[in-house]
């Protein structure tokens, strides 16, 4: 065998008949085949619908009983403003469980998300063609959308090996499913809203980190997208209105924390655009988030109000253990500005 180790990465959301295709293709040309789930820290989305846990379960249901003991399924976490610290985790991943150096990586370079496949130069490169073109977005979409099963088996079924047909069909009589089709039907036609515009729109929006005596505020979302879901206090910006004033507003609005203005103004330490093209279900989103740092001393006072149904100040140890509990991106914009303190 040319390779002890082989490394396939992606998030398998869900893994399809390709993806199970490629890694019988690399247990014959190594003796350990690693595959890193990524997206293993985010809350259960639309566009994450699957725990590591679930899509494991479904990789070695797929694949021969005589490879299982070949096969290491391991969490990828997303580092969305840091490709350095998301390399490394895979070096450290890898090299965890790799008993030599000798060490491939597998994927198909389909377009410029498939950057990640020359970051580890280290490594020799065993690049794949896209079979049948299959794509796991497209069995979401058909996933979410179709009102019966059988109309999904006339569309997309046939993509999926025959144990992962029968897990998402058995997922779909849990309630985790009927919130995801609620959440599929809510983007759906929020992006619908905006067919008729002349390009596709770009969202603004606003948000406020506040620190204060070893605490983060968060709220919890109301409604989807990811209703239950922690989140920083913000939302869009209005159309007369500078950033700045904008995330004050949403604070206030959101929390109804008892700090004066001048007082919330003033303890504005920085401030950081976050423009991930995938950050938003909704869309293209760029948000610009401020963070606060308020004196030390006894918490405010917050209530939940309008788009948030709780206010709360987080611990910043309790929130390290919440990342698959934050909406979007917001878990990445307050480790950002912690790095600030």
């Given amino acids: 065998m040319k390779h002890h180790t082989v490394v396939f990465v992606g998030r398998f959301q869900p893994p399809h008949r390709a993806h199970i295709q490629i890694m019988e293709r ?31 379960e479904m990789i070695m249901a797929s694949l021969p009983d005589n490879l299982h003991n070949r096969v290491v399924v391991l969490p990828l976490h997303d580092k969305t403003y840091n490709d350095q610290q998301w390399a490394l985790q895979v070096q450290e991943k890898v090299t965890s469980v790799a008993e030599t150096d000798s060490i491939a990586i597998i994927g198909h370079a389909k377009d410029e998300t498939s950057y990640y496949l020359n970051m580890f130069p280290q ?12 794509h796991a977005s497209d069995i979401r979409d058909a996933y979410f959308k179709e009102d019966s099963w059988d109309e999904f088996d006339s569309t997309i079924g046939s993509y999926l090996p025959c144990a992962i047909h029968d897990y998402l069909q058995a997922f779909t009589l849990r309630p985790e499913f009927e919130d995801l089709v609620s959440e599929y039907a809510f983007i759906r036609e929020y992006r619908a809203a905006w067919d008729d515009a002349p390009y596709a729109p770009t969202f603004v929006t606003v948000d406020a980190v506040v620190i204060q005596s070893g605490h983060v505020l968060l709220v919890r979302r109301r409604a989807n997208p990811g209703k239950n879901l922690y989140a920083i206090p913000g ?29 919330l103004r003033g303890s504005i330490k920085s401030s950081e655009v976050f423009d991930h093209p995938n950050r938003s279900l909704r869309g293209r989103t760029i948000t610009h988030a401020c963070l606060i740092e308020l004196p030390p001393g006894e918490l405010p006072k917050v209530k939940g109000s309008d788009d948030a149904d709780k206010a709360k100040w987080i611990p910043l140890n309790v929130l390290q253990r919440m990342e698959d509990q934050l909406f979007e991106d917001h878990f990445h914009i307050i480790q950002h500005f912690l790095g600030e303190i």
């Avoid at 490594?123 to 299959?134: K, M, Q, R």
């Avoid at 910006?237 to 001048?262: Q, S």
């Fill in 26 to 56: 690399a247990l014959e040309h190594c003796q350990q085949l690693v595959v890193l789930c990524g997206s293993a820290n985010q809350p259960r989305t639309i566009k994450n619908p699957f725990t590591v846990a679930e899509r494991e």
């Fill in 123 to 134: 490594w020799d490169l065993i690049d794949v063609t896209n079979i049948d073109d299959i």
């Fill in 235 to 263: 939302g869009f910006l209005d159309h007369n209105e500078r950033t700045v004033d904008g995330a004050i507003r949403e604070l206030r609005e959101e929390t109804k924390i008892k700090v004066p203005i001048p007082v």
